[in-house]
């Protein structure tokens, strides 16, 4: 598979999450210009999709201090979730 460009890459996860969870409400904040955690899930699909908060991010090294800076600096109630996805576009749960 050719590589994909890295804005087009944080698509992929969103596009995956909606496949699976087809009837799950999520809200997701990828787009150019978009701050705040990547992926929101409503209050009542949590316990089906196993996380309240995701976060986008490509499966390196500085992808995962990214990661970290942001959850951070959130400050958020409950655990971020990430996300992570490969040059070929494979997405994760987590960092391998």
């Known amino acids: 598979m050719e590589q994909l460009h890295l804005a087009t890459m944080h698509m992929v996860p969103s596009r995956t999450f909606c496949e699976i969870y ?3 409400k999520f809200v997701f904040r990828v787009g150019r210009g978009q701050t705040g955690v990547d992926v929101e899930v409503e ?29 951070q600096n959130w ?13 070929a576009g494979n997405v994760f749960l987590g960092f391998h």
């Open 22 to 24: 087809t009837e799950a």
């Open 75 to 87: 400050e958020l109630a409950e655990p971020v979730q990430p996300i992570t996805y490969d040059p």
């Open 43 to 71: 209050q009542r699909w949590i316990d089906a999709v196993g996380f309240r908060y995701g976060e986008i991010k490509p499966l390196t090294a500085s992808g995962r201090s990214s990661f970290n800076r942001r959850v």
